[in-house]
């Protein structure tokens, strides 16, 4: 394949995975956004409103990490339901172009929910400079990226679509509960942070919130786990460690 | 020059001493330009041989190589150049069948214009041009499998691995997908074929090879199987005809309407002018490829063999 009907495979890949469900099943959206703006609805309700950029902090890194489920999922679906795997395996599309389609394709059904947070973001009075803009798309597409490769290398692995259900929400658990994801990080007690650091998604809020300004809570200075730079080298290494990981452990052709 | 060429290859699932060994030592080449047929009972490896050669699946033992590659060292260059059906696949089920075979080629790396083109032809080749702005998922299973022969077709590929292309659909459209295959065999592209059915393994193959429990039983073309039989005529002759008065021709058995006679050519015409003579309704053939299975296997095409679960 050249370049050129790489990007080409690439682009349909993305096309058949997101564009034309979201046409055909726009239900498929309200599903990517219910669960970050459910959270929302919740913190705000409980912090009776302090904690609503927290809420949409959360709810974009949320959206982003949401992807690698989505990722796994359709791949365990059209590798155990539809046996579409052998398919596109034994065509010239290759790994790397097949996962970028379908991460971008994910990417696509999380835009309308990312665009409706950073819309909150907006209307809460808080300024949203270009630098900050520009810190908060760069967490995501790495929040992006490390997903989509976990993603794909576990989906690899299933042998059936019930190991998926089984197992996404464990890894979204994994990946969620420990990182101050919807509050502070003050809130969390000092002898758990060492743990957060176990988590991507840490580094990722981390780096939105700075964004985002939330320099205090309730006049309590907000203790960033780690400088900006070091947020973002911390993620590079998260996504490059996954994409090594899908490139030597996944499953492309069965062994 | 030869699209297929195995030496001792083989497959085990789940190694150690427990493993399934799925395929056997199986060497054989398939022709540049022909259409292969691979037959035998379910789990016999037609779908384990068929994975190893479209670079799905890694052999434990053997080589092969595909088109000049090496499927274990040199899979990228196979792929540029293979189309498979696997078994059981379904296509997405959100897409129109034009969109379905269209987006498959494109997905490919083919330009739009040439997609389109193929698309159309292929549509109208398969009978498929009414359905094209269908729905997949509002097709029957016959007509869904059709589109995913169409989506293989239609492709640049000059090497089709077909497995069990045809299974579900009537026969009408079984005749349809049967001449898209005589097609591609006249363009030039090769076709390595499984099927339960032996007419279509028949009518479509240059060359067969029959498998059982993994291992490769014989392999030629269709009359060259037939040949390497010890009874390759059967005889089919009334019940009044005793049994024990049929045996000195050859290989006995009843069926509800008469008894079948297996034997050798002259034998079967010797068989034959007794029945006339006797103004007894009879009729002599060659073997059917199904009578060779039984006379090569000892049990009929449709009995599972114990590596079933493994292959599938």
Known sequence: MTGRNRLRSLLTIAYWNGVLPMKRMPLFLLNTIASPLSFLFFIVVVSHGALLLYGVAGGIVLTMLSIGTSVQTDLSHYKSDLKLHDLVVASPVEAPIYVAGLALSEFLFAIPGISLFIVIWALSGNPISLSSALLVVLALILVWAFASALGFTLATYFEDIRETFVFSPLLSLALTVLPPIYYPASFLPSWLRPFAYLSPATYAVDLVHQAMGLTNFNGIPEPYLLPAWADILALVAFAAAFFVIAAKKARWREP | MDAVNTHGLGRTYDSGKDGTRALDGVSLK???????????????????????????????????????????????????????????????????????????????????????????????????????????????????????????????????????????????????????????????????????????????????????????????????????????????????????????????????????????????????????????????????????????????????????????
């Open chain 2, 30 to 312: 398939i022709p540049a330009g022909s259409v292969y047929g691979l037959i035998g009972r379910n789990g016999a490896g037609k779908t384990t041989f068929l994975r190893i050669i479209g670079t799905q699946l890694m052999p434990t033992d053997g080589s092969a190589e595909v088109l000049g590659f090496d499927v274990v060292r040199e899979p990228r260059p196979i792929r540029e150049r293979i189309a498979v059906i696997p078994q059981e696949s379904r296509p997405l089920y959100f897409l129109t069948v034009e969109e379905l075979v269209d987006l498959h080629l494109r997905q490919r790396g083919m330009a739009r214009a040439e997609a389109k083109e193929r698309t159309r032809k292929v549509l109208a080749d398969l009978d498929l041009t009414r359905l094209s702005h269908k729905i997949v998922n509002r097709l029957s299973g016959g007509m869904r499998r059709r589109a995913m022969v169409a989506m293989v077709l239609a492709s640049d590929a000059e090497f089709l691995l077909l497995d069990e292309p045809t299974t579900g659909l009537d026969p009408l459209a079984r005749r349809e997908v049967w001449a898209a295959i005589r097609q591609a065999s006249r363009d030039h592209r090769t076709v390595l074929l499984t099927t339960h059915y032996l007419d279509e393994a028949e009518a479509l193959s240059h060359r067969l090879a029959l498998l059982d429990n993994g291992k490769l039983i014989v392999e030629g073309t269709p009359n060259e199987i037939r040949a390497r039989v010890r009874w390759p005529f059967r005889v089919t002759v009334p019940l009044t005809i005793p049994e024990e008065e049929l045996r000195s021709y050859g290989e006995v058995s009843a069926f509800a309407g008469g008894h079948l006679v297996f034997t050798r050519e002259a034998q079967a015409r010797s068989l034959t002018e007794l029945a006339l003579k006797r103004n007894l309704p009879v009729s002599m053939a060659p073997v059917s490829l199904e009578d060779v299975f039984l006379q090569l296997v000892g049990r009929p095409l449709d009995e599972a063999t114990p590596t079933e679960e493994a292959e599938s």
